[in-house]
């Protein structure tokens, strides 16, 4: 049997080798970069709306986080891996993040920059309505706005055909200690064929809103309702799942006293993870 003891590295050592790995990932991120320069000449402009493909960014996020692993928070990760994506792709195809504010500053700007860096512009909106505007009036710019209740019901907005939709919700990793926790929709426009359809999202105008009616569609789909009390309907944003359809919320409403007078499909978005702090493998 050897009596060998494992050499030990230096701190000299260790701190080598970590240059060595600053380097290398610094020298990845330009060759990326170059690698999109390439695809910029391939594109040529080509294509219509924002630069985002919510699908692939779905894709590639579930991927990091399965696996991921060691002593460096997932949070980290994700927030390093936003702002390289949005950063490239703000290079390819330059955008601003419309925020709105109406739900809180600090809250909303923490999320803008977890999820897009400080590279990308950021413009600062006192209403939902007045974000979502502004990018119905851009090209390719996106609008951060607050999942959570809302006064007024912006999301009407994104009924016709031609407007912006909701195409993602943040963040995508939930954690009950997340540094950008504050529940927001993205809208923009983009390719319907990049969407990711796992969630839709329905704009629904119902006559004969009551709380019987909100409890009884709360098992279905997560809604946000904005009371009109001239008409005693309400105008709902409903979160529910594709495989579900919105017959079922209909149904419910029918139930309930209540009646859907008209439905609209303002966007979808992917399935979150849900994250255990106690627990950090992640699942859908």
Same mark, same amino acid.
């Given at each position: 049997?050897?009596?060998?003891?494992?050499?030990?590295?230096?701190? &000299?050592?260790?701190?080598?080798?970590?240059?060595?790995?600053?380097? &290398?990932?610094?020298?990845?991120?330009? %060759?990326?970069?170059?690698?999109?320069?390439?695809?910029?000449?391939?594109? &040529? $402009? %080509?294509?219509?709306?924002?630069?985002?493909?919510?699908?692939?960014?779905?894709?590639?996020?579930?991927?990091?986080?399965?696996?991921?692993?060691?002593?460096?928070?997932?949070?980290?990760?994700?927030?390093? =891996?936003?702002?390289?994506?949005?950063? @490239?792709?703000?290079? &390819?195809?330059? @955008?601003?993040?419309?925020?709105?504010?109406?739900?809180?500053?600090?809250?909303?700007?923490?999320?803008?920059?977890?999820?897009?860096? /400080?590279?990308?512009?950021?413009?600062?909106? /006192?209403?939902?309505?007045?974000?979502?505007?502004?990018?119905?009036?851009?090209?390719?710019?996106?609008?951060?706005?607050?999942?959570?209740?809302? %006064?007024?019901?912006? =999301?009407?907005?994104?009924?016709?055909?031609?407007?912006?939709?909701?195409?993602?919700?943040?963040? /995508?990793?939930?954690?009950?200690?997340?540094?950008? #926790?504050?529940?927001? /929709?993205?809208?923009?426009?983009?390719?319907?064929?990049?969407?990711?359809?796992?969630?839709?999202? =329905?704009?629904?105008?119902?006559?004969? =809103?009551?709380?019987?009616?909100?409890?009884?569609?709360?098992?279905?789909?997560?809604?946000?309702?904005?009371?009109?009390?001239?008409?005693?309907?309400?105008?709902?944003?409903?979160?529910?799942?594709?495989?579900?359809?919105?017959? *079922?919320?209909?149904?419910?409403?029918?139930? #309930?006293?209540?009646?859907?007078?008209?439905?609209?499909?303002?966007?979808?978005?992917?399935?979150?993870? $849900?994250?255990?702090? *106690?627990?950090?493998?992640?699942?859908?």
């Amino acid at each position: 049997m050897s009596n060998t003891s494992p050499i030990i590295p230096s701190l &000299q050592d260790l701190r080598r080798e970590i240059d060595t790995i600053d380097e &290398q990932v610094h020298r990845l991120l330009m %060759q990326r970069g170059d690698i999109i320069d390439r695809l910029i000449s391939v594109k &040529q $402009t %080509q294509e219509v709306g924002s630069a985002f493909r919510p699908a692939r960014e779905a894709d590639m996020m579930r991927r990091l986080v399965a696996r991921h692993r060691g002593i460096l928070p997932l949070d980290t990760v994700e927030s390093i =891996w936003r702002v390289i994506i949005s950063t @490239f792709t703000y290079v &390819q195809a330059p @955008f601003s993040v419309h925020a709105d504010l109406s739900s809180g500053e600090s809250a909303m700007r923490d999320s803008a920059r977890f999820h897009f860096g /400080f590279t990308v512009p950021f413009l600062a909106h /006192f209403s939902a309505a007045a974000a979502v505007d502004a990018v119905a009036k851009s090209r390719g710019d996106l609008a951060l706005v607050s999942a959570a209740g809302s %006064q007024t019901p912006w =999301w009407t907005a994104l009924e016709p055909t031609s407007a912006p939709k909701i195409i993602a919700r943040l963040p /995508f990793v939930e954690r009950a200690d997340h540094p950008a #926790a504050l529940p927001v /929709f993205v809208v923009s426009r983009v390719d319907v064929e990049t969407m990711v359809t796992e969630v839709e999202m =329905w704009s629904i105008h119902v006559s004969n =809103w009551s709380a019987d009616a909100a409890h009884a569609i709360s098992p279905l789909a997560g809604i946000v309702a904005v009371p009109d009390t001239a008409s005693g309907g309400a105008a709902l944003l409903a979160s529910l799942s594709s495989t579900d359809g919105i017959d *079922k919320i209909a149904s419910a409403l029918i139930a #309930a006293g209540a009646l859907v007078r008209s439905s609209a499909l303002v966007g979808s978005h992917a399935t979150r993870y $849900t994250v255990d702090a *106690k627990n950090p493998a992640a699942k859908a």
